[in-house]
């Protein structure tokens, strides 16, 4: 492993200490088996074991006002802030809401997917990071209970894989089928990210991810924050070469959601 910034430009994800102690920790673990014990479970959850969405009080989701609100959100969005400046990623404005992903012994496992939506736009080609999730898993995670798994280099390379997959959750990948070859292929390229609570895995929102299935006896629970970057230029970090299409592009390009990788993702 080369420092985090590397580590995210070049493989698209990296792992950290996010500096959240037990006591915190714990206090994760009994809100979100609260929230999930307290929710109705959506058939569409199969594979994501649950999608529930939280905003804070302080922090409030403008585009999500009516989310159920609650102060532990601000605490953990509150608490990342400075994680994030520390590494360089100070530029970088969370969603405000968490999203409680949790799979229960015995659940599926998560198809191959990216979320990144913007794929008309040439920024799709940036050399670094635009838009990012924060996962914090609250159990340790390893092959056996759910790991996430990841294709590094795959946010700005195209592979093979790309060509066969179905868009994430509401764009097909809730109906896909358990038997699907490339959705929950044992890619020869893919990584297991296995950790211990309290580290923090950051990925680029282009990077395929999966995740194995969990095959414990107990709940893996992580709670998934995106964060966008501020503006389309170069970070001043940037020491590398800015992509000529980036460099021409159009202030106001319309944003224009696309989850399909089209001529932005080169080999
Ligand atoms: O459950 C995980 O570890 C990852 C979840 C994820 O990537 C998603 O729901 O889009
Ligand atoms: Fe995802």
Known sequence: MNDPWSDLCEGGFCIVDGGLGQAALQELRDWSDNVI???D????????GSDIWRAGKRNTSRRNP????????DRLIEHTGPVLESLGLG???????????SKPPGAPALY????WARWRDPISLSPWPQQIFLNWYLTDTR???GCLRVIPGSHRHRMDIHEHLVPPHEGGGYSVSETNQWMFFDHPDSVDV??????????????LHATHPNESTERRTVLLCWYFRRGESAPDRWRGQVPSEIGLRDPDTPVHFDRQPGEYLRP
């Not at 479970?41 to 994501?48: A, L």
């Not at 530029?91 to 992903?101: A, C, E, L, M, N």
């Not at 296995?194 to 990077?207: K, W």
């Open 37 to 39: 014990a307290t929710t």
């Open 66 to 73: 009516d989310l159920p609100q609650d102060e532990i959100v």
């Open 41 to 48: 479970h959506s058939e569409r959850w199969k594979y994501q």
């Open 112 to 115: 191959w997917h990216q979320d």
């Open 143 to 145: 092959p056996e209970n």
């Open 91 to 101: 530029d970088f404005r969370s969603q405000r809401y968490y999203q409680i992903i």
């Open 194 to 207: 296995a950790v211990e609570p309290g580290q923090l895995v950051i990925a680029d929102a282009r990077l």
